[in-house]
């Protein structure tokens, strides 16, 4: 488990450190932590794996994050590595150059193409004014031929994407490495990120372009949530967390990463005295004529999950079909009220089928938890017009399928404004979170990294509180005000704003208990859980409706012990099982997707390893 906690939380672990004046050794220990992830992808640039005689280049923001690539950098040039520094801004950390130069760094600074010697601005120190002035493309040159580039511009003080001339040496870098591939100057450095990919927001994982798409990410105290969620994480490459001292005085988690491991540890097994009926049993409405192709992906899935029994409903031409591909499956000519399941899945290739669409409607009014999904979804969503759905009825919408939830939600004035698919693309923890605290139910969307946002409050956290408390907790130029106490306080001055992506209102409700429609608001949302490592193949026809299977099957078992997922942390005991059932499902088939290795991940095959992935040998 990856415990990622938002930029906010970060700084009001560090405040009482820097209150007591240890800011600099806190940023000392974040730069030796990066110092040694670079020195690690130096050498895998060289078969000796020796970093002497090796180029760095170090892009150098106006604060503390540039104050960490600065102390790196002059670590890296003990270490015999050739280091410049690109003082990407009108300030540089002070006694980070200062470090960086005597350890016989360089340094230059970056100025606007043909702008000459270009004046240093206002208020620049004299080792940064000292500086040779480099225009863009020079110093893109510059980042090409290194064998290591850092990108330490900005951090968690980042306030949107990278402006200015920091943005147009990315670009124009992009552009070069575009020219140069394929020719015999093919070089490409390896890139590090010192905390973050500059630009991405360490808050909400949304990363706008130009980025410097890294290799590895080295971060310091704690994961952040942008580390953990799209499109964050696709920018950072492989992340280490590197401990400075804050572990103990963290606070509350923004999202739990749920990774392979506690997928394997926490799967829930039948023990010796376990039957079909305590093992769940799961009810299954999918398919329609001219759609059956859906229903038997999804009882597939399910049963090769370790579904305790299968029943399914549907039209008799794709009934048939389910039974001659799994002929374990139970038929049921009934109505979902008559039929007696731990849980339901309903949606997958349900279209233009009227029989199937009253199913489904009966299983979104029904007690019991659910999959809704595929075309589930937007009856899920008509009838949050009713009152909210409650968190033991998951939706498992693609950003597409999720817009479209919000046009219904909009329509009826449950939500302010449709939302297109483009920005949920570009923000799918909030508005996977948006969609919870609206709907009341468990939100799983699908992406890249899947995000999983559920309307309950977590064991020892308020629901709805954790934004406000980190706005509170100080901006991140307060971490500069031990300036001068340390010789690496910096020279940063001014404050950035902060807490602008707070909750919307403070959450009173409370979790709801229990299955069946909920009254009232629902509870702010602030359980929220990510799964990645998904193969890419995975985008694929059919592999929604694998998902949706593998879904049911943990589901139904949850329904059936409450405290089957408890080891994931307290989080996945009562209603917040919901959300951690989904994790789960979401994450066996994120294995089951690599379990063959990388290729082509057919359903059928995709099923097929499901059941590989969790039979012990
Ligand atoms: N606070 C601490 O004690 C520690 C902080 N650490 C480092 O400090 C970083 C945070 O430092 P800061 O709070 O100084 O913030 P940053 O270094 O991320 O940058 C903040 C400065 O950049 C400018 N800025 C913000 N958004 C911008 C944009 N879009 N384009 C151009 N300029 C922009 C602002 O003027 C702001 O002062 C962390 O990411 C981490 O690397 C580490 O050294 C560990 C200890
Ligand atoms: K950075």
């Not at 967390?241 to 506690?262: C, F, K, M, N, S």
């Not at 009253?358 to 969503?381: F, H, T, W, Y």
């Not at 099982?577 to 994450?587: D, E, I, K, S, T």
Request: proline share 6%.
């Amino acid at each position: 488990m990856i415990e990622a906690y938002s930029g906010g939380s970060i700084r009001a672990a560090e405040q009482p450190l820097l209150d007591e004046g240890l800011g600099g050794t806190l940023m000392r220990r974040a730069a030796h932590g990066l110092f040694r992830g670079c020195e690690e992808q130096l050498r895998l640039t060289e078969p000796r794996g020796t970093v002497v005689g090796k180029t760095a280049v170090v892009l150098v923001g106006p604060g503390n994050n540039g104050g960490d690539g600065l102390w790196a950098g002059s670590f890296l040039r003990s270490a015999g590595v050739a280091v410049t520094a690109i003082l990407t801004g009108t300030r540089a950390h002070e006694a980070g150059l200062r470090a960086l130069l005597a350890a016989g760094g360089s340094a230059v600074r970056l100025v606007p193409d043909g702008s000459g010697a270009g004046a240093p601005g206002q208020g620049t120190s004299e080792a940064m004014a000292a500086s040779r002035p480099v225009g863009v493309e020079a110093a893109a040159e510059l980042m090409a031929s290194a064998d290591l580039v850092v990108d330490a511009v900005l951090g968690t003080g980042a306030r949107g994407g990278l402006r200015g001339l920091p943005a147009e040496l990315v670009t124009a870098f992009r552009g070069g490495q575009r020219e140069r591939r394929g020719t015999a100057e093919n070089g490409t450095p390896r890139i590090v990120a010192c905390d973050l990919v500059s630009g991405v927001d360490a808050d909400t994982g949304e990363a706008p372009e130009p980025l410097l798409r890294a290799d590895a990410t080295i971060t310091f105290g704690a994961a952040k949530t942008g580390h953990v969620v799209s499109p964050g994480e696709q920018a950072g490459g492989a992340l280490t967390v590197v401990p400075i001292g804050i572990e103990e005085r963290l606070g509350e988690v923004d999202v739990h990463r749920v990774q392979a491991a506690d997928v394997l540890a926490a799967w829930p097994r039948p023990g010796a005295t376990d039957t079909k009926y305590t093992r769940g049993v799961l009810g299954i409405v999918a398919g329609a004529p001219s759609y059956p192709g859906a229903a038997i992906m999804c009882t597939q899935a399910a049963i090769q999950a370790g579904a305790g029994m299968v029943r399914f409903l549907g039209d008799s031409t794709t009934r048939a079909m389910v039974l001659a591909r799994s002929p374990e499956v139970v038929r049921s000519d009934e109505q979902p009220w008559d039929v007696h399941v731990q849980a339901w899945l309903a949606g997958p290739g349900v279209v233009g089928d009227e029989s199937q669409a009253a199913r489904v409607q009966a299983i979104i009014e029904a007690e019991e938890p659910a999959v809704l999904d595929a075309g589930a979804l937007d009856a899920a969503a008509r009838s949050v017009a009713d009152g909210p759905l409650g968190p033991h009825k998951i939706l498992t919408p693609h950003a597409g399928e999720l817009s479209q939830i919000f046009e219904w939600l909009a329509g009826f004035g449950v939500a302010d404004a449709p939302v297109r698919r483009t920005e949920i693309e570009a923000s799918p923890l909030h508005w996977a979170r948006e969609a919870a605290r609206l709907t009341g139910a468990t939100v799983l969307l699908k992406g890249a990294t899947t995000v999983i946002a559920s309307p309950v409050a977590v064991p020892g956290g308020e629901a709805g509180t954790q934004d406000t408390a980190a706005s509170e907790a100080g901006t991140s130029d307060a971490g500069t005000s031990s300036a001068g106490t340390t010789d690496a306080g910096t020279s940063s001055a001014g404050t950035t704003g902060n807490g602008d992506d707070a909750a919307p209102g403070a959450a009173a409700a409370s979790a709801s208990e229990g299955g069946g429609r909920q009254g009232g608001k629902p509870a702010e949302p602030c359980l929220c859980l990510s799964v990645g490592d998904a193969s890419p193949w995975l985008a694929t026809a059919g592999s929604g409706d694998t998902l949706a299977g593998v879904l049911g099957t943990v589901l139904a078992h949850v329904a059936e012990h409450p405290d089957a997922l408890a080891e994931l942390g307290p989080w996945a005991r009562g209603e917040g099982r919901w959300a951690a059932a989904a994790a789960l499902g979401a994450g066996l088939h994120a294995l089951a997707s690599r379990a063959g290795g990388e290729g082509p991940v057919p359903p059928s095959v995709l099923a097929e390893h499901v059941r590989a992935v969790l039979t012990r040998p």
